[in-house]
């Protein structure tokens, strides 16, 4: 297996979280931004399921969804006030936060919230959008496009790095596979570690099943497809979670229901614990 070079995560007033270290590491948290206060309470549940399984956690949730389906689909609370509420999380929960960003414009804001920025996967090759996260003097974790391949990823992750970015994280979420479903290469997670930077994988975005006028998916291969990323050399594993993903206003077909969050990632640790016995 390639050796990394580690990336932290978190700055002052934020629990450290260290990529790539040999430690499994988790992102989690709601698609989106849906109300304040019940925004905090998730971060305070996953924290704590976090701490119960002895994952270090870094905390998502979006601002604003750019790419929807359908114009009628919920996008978001928007970048100010979407910032607001992951200030307060990070505030309130001592946790580090994560957001994607979808303009080069929004880099410097959300910069100043959060520790962690994203470039969402339909993104990926966007060089004045990766190039602005990367200024910020952030670790940028970069979504692989479901269009390119894992080896390609390398490119933008040089754009990111020589922009100023502290470390980069590469997410794998899946490749096309027609139309409707998506499916994700085991061998990939080997791949985006040759680039020298841990490998993510996305464990709900890739169960999606796009088209029609609200993306569709299948959670029930969350864990099963986690843990065998985890198997794989994967460095961290990222899910969305949601109190009720059933009344989610974004991907409520993937989402993980917060109960169950407790057991997926002590079933994690234990295949992440196995395979280092066993990887050359």
């Known amino acids: 297996m390639t050796a990394v070079r580690p990336v932290t995560v978190g700055r002052a007033g934020a629990a450290p979280v260290i990529f790539g270290g040999g430690r499994l590491a988790v992102i989690a948290g709601p698609c989106v ?41 919920f996008t978001g609370p928007g970048l100010e006030r979407g910032l607001e509420v992951l200030a ?26 959060v520790d962690l920025l994203q470039i969402p996967a339909f993104l990926c090759r966007q060089s004045s959008l990766i190039a602005a996260a990367g200024a910020t003097g952030l670790p940028v974790n970069i979504k692989k496009g479901q269009f390119i391949a894992p080896s390609d990823l390398r490119f933008a992750a040089e754009k990111a790095a020589g922009a100023g970015a502290a470390g980069v994280l590469l997410t794998e979420r899946g490749a096309t596979f027609g139309y409707g479903d998506l499916v994700v290469d085991m061998r990939s997670f080997a791949i985006l570690r ?68 407790e057991s997926f990632l002590a079933a994690l640790v234990r295949v992440h614990a196995a395979a280092r016995e066993v990887r050359p």
């Open 33 to 73: 931004i849906e109300d304040a206060g019940e925004c905090v309470r998730t971060a305070e549940t996953l924290r704590r399921a976090a701490e119960k399984a002895g994952v270090p956690l870094v905390f998502k949730a979006s601002y604003a969804k750019d790419n929807r389906t359908s114009a009628a689909s």
């Open 88 to 113: 307060r999380v990070r505030r309130e929960t001592g946790l580090a936060v994560t957001t994607d960003i979808h303009a080069r414009e929004e880099a410097a804001a959300a910069a100043a919230v």
């Open 194 to 261: 040759e680039s020298g930077w841990p490998a993510v994988y996305d464990a709900t975005h890739s169960l999606q099943r796009p088209g029609g006028e609200s993306t569709g998916g299948e959670r029930r291969f969350a864990l099963p497809l986690a843990l065998a990323a985890v198997a794989a050399g994967a460095d961290a594993v990222f899910f969305e979670a949601h109190p009720d993903p059933a009344k989610a206003l974004s991907d409520r077909a993937t989402q993980i229901p917060l109960a169950e969050v």
